[in-house]
């Protein structure tokens, strides 16, 4: 069976597509228009634009394509109503309802409609099942009790799956500082950074990230003023919780974390990163439990 990788950024996609290969399955790469994948090596490529989805299905066929995951960040898209293609004209309703419904329900009917066209789609999880670590503490430090700050979690995530956004959230003595929003994971923790020097020295593996922090918090600059003390002292100690809405597409948008998390986590001044098992992923577990480790965080994979 031949199976179509559609790939977006970040480490995910080069993941799987190694994942594929040791499997002795050599997977087409399809990479959205604007959305190139860190993949590389030799491998038959397929580009395709959301105006033209219906003729990229067509190709798909042609291509003895039975399996499609998709895996890797993507944004929508702006839609060129003009570059919307005759095989594509049909499926546009749908896709602009589906849209109207935020990002879940936009990725359901997407699904939906691949397999209505004969494939299967199949979660990265399935792809790669080593992606999803063994419940229990990972690191040399182990996580304190924290039922309040767990049960503020759930009452949070309930709130994010109506509103259908984010995955991530910033937990601390029982509350939620912050929660995720459509820029991501990286966003919410870079808001939460107090400068560098504030900090003193930044530990070795994460030292080349201090300009791209720098940046993001003159990017938030107008947020941060007035309040750096304030936000330096909430998250400092806080955890990074990470875990899907009530009823997310699992197949098509399971959680992720990896290296750049636990180093983003770190330089936020984070004690660790709780996310539970079977839902999340975790990409190069042993680079992730190495930089927690050396900053004496800790990872915990709850039950």
Request: glycine share 10%; proline share 8%; hydrophobic share 50%.
């Amino acid at each position: 069976m031949t199976i179509a990788l559609i790939a977006g950024t970040g480490g995910l996609p080069p993941h799987l597509a190694g994942s594929l290969l040791v499997q002795g399955r050599t997977p087409i790469i399809c990479e959205m228009h604007g959305f190139p994948s860190e993949i590389k090596g030799e491998f038959e490529r397929v580009g395709f634009r959301i105006e033209t989805l219906g003729t990229f299905l067509d190709t798909l066929k042609s291509l003895s394509v039975t399996e499609v995951c998709m895996a890797g960040a993507v944004q929508r898209p702006d839609v060129d109503p003009s570059a919307i293609d005759p095989a594509t004209a049909p499926l546009v309703p749908r896709l602009i309802a589906a849209m109207a419904k935020g990002d879940d329900g936009t990725l359901r009917e997407i699904v939906a409609i691949f397999e209505e066209h004969g494939f299967a789609v199949v979660g990265a999880h399935e792809v790669a099942p080593e992606l999803l670590p063994m419940a229990g503490v990972h690191t040399k430090n182990a996580p304190p009790d924290m039922p309040r700050e767990l049960a503020a979690a759930q009452t949070a995530l309930g709130a994010m799956g109506r509103a259908d956004q984010g995955q991530a959230m910033l937990l601390k003595d029982g509350t939620v500082l912050a929660v995720e929003d459509a820029r991501g994971t990286a966003a919410m923790l870079h808001d939460f950074c107090p400068p560098l020097d504030a900090r003193g020295e930044v530990f070795d593996p994460i030292s080349f990230v201090a300009e791209t922090v720098s940046d993001a918090v003159q990017d938030v600059a107008g947020f941060i003023s007035g309040k750096q003390d304030e936000i330096a002292s909430n998250a400092d100690g806080a955890v990074l919780y990470k875990a899907p809405k009530p009823d997310q597409l699992l197949v098509a948008d399971m959680p992720l974390i990896g290296p750049d998390t636990a180093m983003q986590a770190a330089e936020a001044g984070l004690a660790g990163i709780v996310v539970p098992s079977g839902v999340v992923m975790v990409l190069d577990l042993p680079q992730v439990v190495a930089i927690l480790n050396a900053q004496g965080m800790f990872l915990w994979v709850t039950p």
